[in-house]
């Protein structure tokens, strides 16, 4: 008799008392129901751990530590997960009903993936569903298997987030986790490690919703100035050798659209100089079109009045 696998969704809470009914709201109202659902309350202050201990009670697994960052309360979450595999959704994010019956399917279908995931959708303020730029996936129905993950991302938006995959509990062993004192780019770090191991098996189905109004989001309040360790860590692999050719120049975009990526954010908020010195990184320009686009905005911010000290 075939064996069903036994999924443990982790929530890593902090703050997000707004938000955290919601989610676990969409957890419980899946087709194919959570064997647990863990909440790692990572030292909230606004009751967010209250209102899942008063309003949840049993239905959930409640593990309060002290403030260590996301990627110590994805990582607690993992060690106490008893499922085969884990699932990930942040608590200000939420799932279509039948996302969890979705990643069964993608299980059962390619058992020997490094990691499952769906796409996905942005929700603003406003509620406006927005659809990333998911550009250069493989010909396929769908569902099908992602071999390369990073040219996909070098020339669009992630085709999954942290709130639209899951893991064998074994494979994010293996991988080590989520790196802990980096606030920008842990999820990238850890899907860029299954993806050199192996293909990922996706769905085109949106199933998950990333809101973007949540007031306490990370990638809000700790924008980079410079290179995010994990596409340095990508970068050292190519340098050393241990990256196959193909492969080797699908990295080297992926970690010029991350220093792209941060360059645009730097615009955006006024950090002019750490904008300028993103933009003179010569990998910037692997992706020339997007490159010319945030050096005319740069230019543009510079000539409405901002100051930089490295122009």
Known sequence: MLRI????????????????????????????????????????TDGSGEIVRERFGTQVRYLSQDNGGVSCARNRGIAEATGDYVAFLDADDSWEPHFLEEIHFLIRHFPKAMAYGTAYQLITGEQCYVDPRIRRLPEGGVRRLLDNYFEICAHGDLPFHMSSVCFEKRVLEKLGGFPVGEPMGEDQDLFSKAALRGAIAY?????????????????????????????????DLV??????????????????????????????????????????????????????????RYMMAVARGGKSMAA
Not at 259 to 272: I, P
């Open 5 to 44: 696998p036994k999924i443990s969704v982790v929530i890593p809470l902090y703050n997000k008392r707004a938000h955290i009914e919601r989610a676990l709201q969409c957890i419980l109202s899946q087709t194919w129901q959570a064997d647990e659902i863990v909440v790692v309350d990572d030292g909230s």
């Open 239 to 296: 340098a050393q050798g241990e990256i196959a050719a193909p492969l080797k120049e699908s990295i080297l975009d992926y970690t010029a659209g991350h220093l792209l990526h941060l360059a645009s954010l730097n615009v955006r908020v006024g950090n002019l100089d750490a904008a300028r010195k993103l933009l003179n990184n010569g990998r910037c320009r692997r992706n020339w079109k997007r490159y010319m686009w945030w050096e005319a």
């Open 203 to 235: 769905s085109t189905r949106v199933l998950a919703f990333y809101h973007t109004d949540a007031q306490n989001r990370a990638c809000l309040n700790n924008i980079p100035t410079e290179e995010c360790p994990f596409s340095k860590r990508l970068l």
